[in-house]
């Protein structure tokens, strides 16, 4: 079972950037896309960045322009950076596989964008 691992959450002013790192178990990582989601308080869990794994990658409307996702295969981690951050950014953080079959969701790591 591969296991994930989010960290480089914290609280940054609006305008402000965050580099978001997952780690995954498992030799087995390579061969699949990831992705970044976010779920804010009282919302559901949504899908903001996907990257396959020779490297295209795809956002949502309300990040593109802002965020850019990355992944390192030897490394076997994932990259979320996040640049003009607006209030509505401020969520927990996850990474998984997109699409319908995912691995246990890790802890997260929150992500707080206030002044």
């Known amino acids: 079972q591969v296991q994930l691992v989010e960290s480089g959450g914290g609280l940054v002013q609006p305008g402000g950037s965050l580099r978001l790192s997952c780690a995954a178990s498992?030799?087995?990582?390579?061969?699949?896309?990831m992705g970044w989601y976010r779920q804010a308080p009282g919302k559901e869990r949504e899908l903001v960045a996907t990257?396959?794994?020779?490297?295209?990658?795809n956002y949502a409307g309300s990040v593109k322009g802002r965020f850019i996702i990355s992944r390192d295969n030897p490394k076997n981690t994932v990259y979320l950076q996040m640049n003009s951050l607006k209030p509505e950014d401020t969520a927990v953080y996850y990474c998984?596989?997109?699409?319908?079959?995912?691995?246990?969701w890790g802890k997260g790591t929150l992500v707080t964008v206030s002044s």
């Open positions: 498992g030799r087995i990582f390579n061969s699949y896309p």
């Open positions: 990257i396959t794994s020779a490297g295209t990658t």
């Open positions: 998984n596989k997109p699409g319908a079959l995912k691995w246990a």
